[in-house]
């Protein structure tokens, strides 16, 4: 998805504020920033403020207006502080992030956030299909831009790890070696386990049900790797082993 998906400034005044932008979309794993039109940048503020993220600054585009920034664009999601005179239907954050996450499978996608003091221009918005607001306090209910990313950034992640397309604390490339075993290989598993516990007389003359139902609870919390499945069934097949050496019929 991340490719797909841009992250649009429109008019940022505050250097400082596109650099911490840019860090709060690294942080989720987003790195396409398309500014339009900021006012001072590239900026040693942003850079200051991009810490590990000045890559996202160094890569980022600039557009003259935020028409030609999401010319390509099959979906785009404007935030906006307040309800504008442009009537506009109106996401949660979780349905946009959702909606922006489906629609970057068959192309580009934008998410536009305003200038600090002024927000988008009504031209602007009428370019957006729907609009974001966040349920901020109805009395102060206008975030720091790199806020307002931060949060948005933070639901598409959300988005992307609920669909498997990034997995959480780590590797972005998924190997399945180390994703959840299939079902077929997990059943496998159990097979094997419930032949060993009857070998071994583990139920003695009691019914099995409980145990294995545990036990089965017990291996799908924890979700283990084709890896370690065979970890697993090696360690049953060589006591099945020892348990026939000791017991030559
Ligand atoms: N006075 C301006 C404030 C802009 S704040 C206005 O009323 O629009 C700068 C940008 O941060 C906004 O354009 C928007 O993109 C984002 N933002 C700030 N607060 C937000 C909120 N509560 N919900 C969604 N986006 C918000």
């Known amino acids: 998805m991340s490719e797909n998906l841009r992250i649009v400034l429109v008019g940022t005044q505050h250097p400082g504020n596109i650099g911490s932008a840019a ?68 996401l949660s954050a979780k349905a946009a992030a959702q909606r922006l996450r489906e629609e970057s499978k068959l192309g580009a996608v934008a998410l536009v956030f305003g200038r600090e003091r002024t927000g988008l221009e009504n031209e602007e918005l009428q370019r957006c299909h729907v609009a974001v607001t966040l349920p901020a306090n109805p009395d102060y209910s206008s975030l720091n831009i790199a806020a307002a990313v931060q949060i948005l950034a933070y639901e ?67 979700q283990p790797a084709p890896r370690e499945l065979r970890i697993l069934r090696g360690i049953l097949s060589d006591s099945q082993r020892l348990l026939r050496l000791s017991r030559p019929d």
């Not at 860090?23 to 940048?41: E, I």
């Not at 785009?76 to 239907?89: E, F, L, N, Y």
């Open 23 to 90: 860090r709060a979309m690294k942080t989720m794993g987003l790195s396409r920033l398309v500014l339009v039109a900021p006012l001072r940048f590239p900026h040693h503020e942003a850079d200051a403020l991009a810490a590990g993220a000045v890559d996202v600054l160094a890569a980022a585009e600039i557009h003259a207006t935020l028409a030609d920034a999401v010319a390509d664009c099959r979906l785009v999601i404007a935030t906006t502080a307040r309800q504008r005179t442009v009537p506009m239907s109106e």
């Open 156 to 222: 598409l992640r959300l988005a992307m790890l609920a669909a498997g397309e990034v997995v959480a604390n780590g590797r972005e490339s998924a190997d399945p070696e180390l994703e959840p075993a299939s079902q077929r290989e997990i059943e496998g598993f159990f097979a094997h386990l419930a032949g060993y516990l009857e070998q071994i007389d583990f139920h003695k003359g009691h019914s099995p049900e409980i145990v294995e139902q545990r036990l089965r609870r017990l291996f799908l919390r924890a």
